[in-house]
């Protein structure tokens, strides 16, 4: 049976390599609609031949410009427009650039993502965080174009029909968002959407997800932002947003739509307030194949920083356990992260009653140090509520400021998933010299910049330069004396939600798990050298995010296959996919990941 498997497995290994060569792709339209259509676009790199079989000859002006040509022209234009705006303020700047990559994103897929890829590093900034916030905020004035769908409170008992109007017949990967907690910028309502986008064109250039098979996805439920309810030109529902089972009943039907048309499809559930991000998560995450990326994918993330800040102090990664860890914000990815972090904590100490004595959480939101004391304790932060058990700090009393548990419990990390620009202030940041770590951790990973708890540069100034620095928006490398750089790592969870979706996606997981999530979390943690840890590098170059997303992509799959979760994808089935050794699974997952060329066009009626 097994050598059967093996032996089918071979032969579509050779057919493939035979076959890698860009293949022809069918295309239904001719003339002007294929040069209206930015998935079949070339604008001038159209071919003679194509121009004669498609109807475009006398369309274009006659020159044929090459793909690497096109490049060049849009990389010049794009570093011109930077000269030209060198001293304006920078929001000016960064969404000068977001437009000018905007427009070559609704006229040509290919150039588009292949700049976005070949530059990744530099554009990142642009079409994910910081910028896209900005965007979010004036997504009014910046619509031009729909891009992904939109499902209101009004759509109602229709969306089964709805979700049949989106053009592709075929999507791998759905980004869904209500708009209600976007980055820390709060409940920007419809103008949300820009979220969903940013985060797949990462899972293109990452992952290598076909952007013909991407949708994002808003529900408009309603605003409770009075500022947009307030203005004649806000794009969504001017209403109160649905509460309590009218929402639920909402988010039930799209599911049920998106699940029954594309079955084997992956969605990722970004930016929900945290009341709605927890109830879905559990609501839906034994029934379909979806994961909460703000929950789940940045919990990862900073479990692979926090195991790297241990390696960072020379010590071995059990003693991880003995951390003193001030978590700051009682949120969707604080939460999120304590409880990875913990059941990453009882895997090491090996049992729950270690566990209990253990100990090592302090949480905080915006009423100070939750404790056992807290009246209406959040069901989802009582398990890291302080007040048991050993371990308890002397005079550290309900609702204690930062700085007083900062100055009391001397931590080994602060980590801050608060929204609040700034509240790693100089006192905190000077208190946590006195750290008990040789090299204390300072994760301010709230986005976009200005909410970010801290800078890098304060971080190094005020806590010292032997600090660990990681933030959620790309900070530059700080210049430190003697030549030496005090590195700003960028802790954010796009180094694993498009790893976390590949796996599931080409495993065809039926859910995903907490052992997928856990090995996602474990690739990227192992990912990065002894050499650059010691340095203060937690997280490698996101210029090799398609190769670190191919590792983490793989070991999803690799999870999936051992939990007896996977059904297979494609024409590779369950049991081929139990064959794979881990190299096989690699080149699976990289023969998978989509690239952008130019295939030769063909016209069928
Ligand atoms: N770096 C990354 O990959 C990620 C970063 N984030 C960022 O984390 C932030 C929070 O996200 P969520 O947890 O989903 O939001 P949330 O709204 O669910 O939680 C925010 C938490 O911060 C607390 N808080 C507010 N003011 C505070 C103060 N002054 N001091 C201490 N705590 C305070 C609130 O009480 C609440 O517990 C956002 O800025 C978001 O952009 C979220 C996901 C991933
Ligand atoms: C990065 C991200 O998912 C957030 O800030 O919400
Ligand atoms: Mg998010």
């Avoid at 408009?220 to 932002?225: C, E, F, I, P, S």
């Avoid at 709605?276 to 979806?290: H, I, K, S, V």
């Avoid at 914000?329 to 253990?358: C, F, H, T, Y």
């Avoid at 976390?500 to 997981?509: E, K, M, Q, R, T």
């Amino acid at each position: 049976m097994w050598n059967l498997a093996r032996a089918a497995w071979n032969l579509r290994q050779t057919r493939r390599l035979s076959a890698c060569i860009p293949g022809p792709c069918i295309v239904h339209k001719r003339g002007t609609d294929i040069l209206h259509d930015p998935w079949f676009n070339k604008d001038t790199g159209f071919p003679l031949t194509e121009r004669d079989r498609l109807g475009l000859r006398g369309l274009l002006p006659p020159r044929v410009i090459s793909f690497e040509q096109q490049y060049e022209r849009f990389m010049n234009s794009y570093h011109s427009l930077e000269h030209n705006t060198r001293g304006e303020p920078e929001s000016v700047v960064s969404l000068a650039k977001w437009r000018i990559l905007n427009r070559l994103h609704d006229r040509n897929e290919t150039l588009y993502y292949r700049v976005l890829i070949d530059n990744i590093k530099d554009f990142a900034p642009i079409i994910y965080t910081p910028t896209v916030g900005l965007v979010c905020q004036n997504y009014g004035g910046l619509f031009r174009r729909p891009r992904g769908m939109y499902f209101s409170a009004k759509d109602k008992g229709e969306m089964m029909s709805m979700i049949y109007n989106w053009p592709s017949h075929q999507v791998d990967m759905i980004v869904v968002t209500d708009g209600s907690r976007i980055l820390g910028l709060g409940d920007l309502g419809v103008q949300g959407i820009g979220i969903p986008i940013g985060k797949l064109d990462m899972y293109v250039a990452a992952a290598g997800i076909n952007p013909q098979r991407i949708l994002p996805v808003m529900l408009d439920v309603g605003t409770n932002n009075q500022k947009l309810l307030g203005d004649d030109l806000y794009l969504g529902l001017r209403q109160p947003r649905l509460e309590g089972d009218e929402y639920l009943s909402m988010v039930d039907e799209f599911m049920e739509a998106a699940f029954t048309r594309w079955p084997k499809a992956v969605v990722q559930f970004e930016d929900f307030q945290m009341k709605w991000a927890f109830e879905t998560l559990q609501r839906y995450r034994n029934r379909f194949c979806m994961f909460n990326d703000d929950i789940q994918g940045t919990a990862g993330v900073a479990l692979a920083g926090l195991l790297g800040a241990v390696r960072a102090q020379g010590q071995s990664l059990k003693d991880f356990v003995k951390q003193k860890i001030v978590v700051v914000g009682a949120g969707s990815a604080g939460i999120g992260v304590l409880s990875m972090a913990r059941q990453a904590a009882a895997k090491m100490l090996g049992s729950s009653e270690n566990m209990e004595a253990n100990n090592q959480f302090w949480l905080l939101d915006k009423d100070g140090l939750i404790t056992k004391d807290r009246k209406d304790l959040d069901p989802a932060a009582a398990p890291f509520a302080r007040g048991f058990g050993p371990g308890e700090v002397e005079g550290l009393r309900e609702g204690a400021t930062l700085l007083e548990v900062v100055k009391k419990v001397k931590p080994h990390v602060i980590l801050g998933l608060s929204g609040v620009g700034g509240i790693f202030n100089e006192e905190v940041l000077k208190a946590m010299r006195e750290s008990d770590s040789s090299r204390p951790a300072i994760f301010a990973m709230s986005n976009p910049t200005m909410n970010a708890e801290c800078t890098a540069e304060d971080a190094f100034k005020h806590a010292g330069e032997n600090i660990i620095f990681a933030s959620g928006s790309p900070f530059e490398n700080v210049t430190l004396g003697n030549g030496k750089i005090g590195y700003a790592n960028q802790a954010n969870n796009m180094y694993l939600f498009p790893g976390i979706g590949l796996g599931a996606l080409l495993s065809g997981a039926r859910h995903i798990s907490d052992g997928m999530l856990q090995a996602a979390a474990e690739c990227l943690a192992s990912y990065i050298t002894e050499e650059d840890i010691q340095k203060g590098i937690l997280f490698p170059s996101i210029s090799r995010i398609r190769h670190i997303t191919t590792q983490v992509g793989t070991a999803v799959v690799h999870a999936a296959v051992a939990e007896d979760l996977a059904e297979g994808h494609g024409d590779i089935g369950l049991k081929e996919l139990a064959y794979m050794s881990k190299e096989e699974i690699v080149e699976y997952v990289s023969r998978n990941m989509w690239y952008p060329i130019y295939s030769p066009l063909v016209h069928e009626k």
